[in-house]
């Protein structure tokens, strides 16, 4: 009954092509494998972008997180609050410091961290606010900072956002971004943090390698880590930099034709964008609403999969993983978070798609519901 795709449609397949392949080629022949000319251009070029004092390159979003909090001076017995709907490791950096993630509910239409439910959790520990600018579009900022403590964005999905007309990178105490594979500035992997406070760069710098090292001779001046980003991969950061508003030009064609495509398909919503805000459109995340759309997100999941349509989940609630369940056990429920991990299905978009890739996927999803509701 169904015309199927001859191939499967990838998730988020990377965009890379021969000027990425004669980026990494250069930084070979260039002699520098490890951090050189190239981290530190990226660097300068990501500021200008992201309309940041400093960039610092790591090696991963992750120890752009993790660096960020030690850098802010989080330790053991202190407390952070953070959005649960988000990769684990933004709360896994929490607990690597020392802390004690503390989870606040999500808005119910863009199941970002909401700021009317975080000053129930503030205590005398509290030492930062963590918000996650999900699928790009940004956590609403100006609350949060009103309360005067350090935020750390994770900006892993919002290269490209803005909030209220401020770059995303220009307004926090520290903003990290990732380069991983599937971001929308990709280089395999790596990490950024942004950040207009000089004591903040500073200490990332110390600690994102074991030395302080301007002469000959090392000194350190903290327990360093290894965490900074080679040039071989800042070489392919720079290319995909050079390319960030052609993708986005691409990106948003594929949000149009989905908007356009599942409007009206009872149960199937997409997150809310808001209008004010500058989305980085990394991912097109609906809801499926088991009552009204005829099954559940994992039927439907499991019903594209067979049409050859990938899909992914962003993301399931962390404190229901199986390691916070044991850590926390008297952990408060958190029913909007809880729902949305069920509900949530991310669809195939990509600068290496075509429209007719999107029109495949739209048309799956049409005939899956269809079935479902029939
Ligand atoms: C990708 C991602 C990270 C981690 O970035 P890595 O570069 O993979 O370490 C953190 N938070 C969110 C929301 C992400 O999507």
């Avoid at 508003?245 to 908007?259: K, M, P, T």
């Amino acid at each position: 009954m169904q015309t199927r795709r001859s191939s499967r449609l990838g998730f988020q397949p990377p965009a890379v092509g021969e000027e990425e392949v004669a980026a990494v080629a250069d930084a070979l022949r260039s002699g520098w494998l490890t951090t050189g000319p190239r981290a530190a251009l990226l660097e300068e070029r990501m500021a200008a972008y992201l309309e940041a004092k400093h960039v610092l390159a790591v090696a991963s979003g992750t120890a752009a997180l993790h660096l960020s909090l030690l850098a802010l001076g989080v330790g053991p017995g202190d407390e952070v609050i953070t959005s649960p709907i988000t990769w684990p490791a933004t709360a896994n950096v929490i607990e690597h410091c020392g802390a004690t993630p503390v989870f606040c509910d999500v808005r119910p239409g863009d199941l970002n961290i909401d700021p009317a439910l975080v000053p129930g959790l503030l205590s005398e520990r509290t030492k930062a606010i963590m918000p996650v600018h999900l699928a790009g579009q940004p956590a609403d900022l100006d609350p949060l900072l009103a309360l005067g403590l350090p935020v750390v964005e994770d900006a892993a999905h919002a290269a490209e956002s803005a909030y209220r007309g401020r770059k995303i990178g220009s307004i926090s105490d520290a903003a990290c971004f990732s380069l991983y594979a599937t971001k929308n500035i990709a280089a395999g992997e790596g990490g950024l943090v942004a950040t207009d406070r000089d004591d903040v760069a500073q200490a990332i710098r110390d600690m994102r390698l074991t030395r302080r090292g301007d002469g000959a001779r090392y000194d350190q001046v903290s327990a360093g880590f290894k965490a900074n980003l080679p040039d071989v991969l800042a070489a392919i950061a720079l290319v995909q930099l050079d390319r960030v508003e052609e993708h986005a030009r691409i990106r948003a064609r594929q949000f149009a034709l989905y908007d356009e495509g599942l409007a009206g398909l009872a149960g199937i919503e997409p997150l809310e964008r808001d209008p004010r805000d500058t989305h980085a459109l990394h991912l097109y995340i609906v809801r499926i609403d088991p009552a009204a759309a005829g099954a559940c997100r994992d039927d439907y999941q499991r019903a594209l999969d067979v049409e050859l349509i990938g899909t992914s989940i962003h993301f399931l609630p962390v404190h229901r993983l199986t390691w916070f369940r044991g850590r926390y056990p008297s952990q408060p429920p958190l029913p909007v978070a809880e729902r949305a991990g069920d509900e949530v299905l991310s669809l195939p978009l990509s600068p290496a798609h075509s429209e007719a890739d999107i029109l495949d996927a739209v048309d799956a999803i049409r005939r899956v519901h269809a079935r479902f509701t029939a």
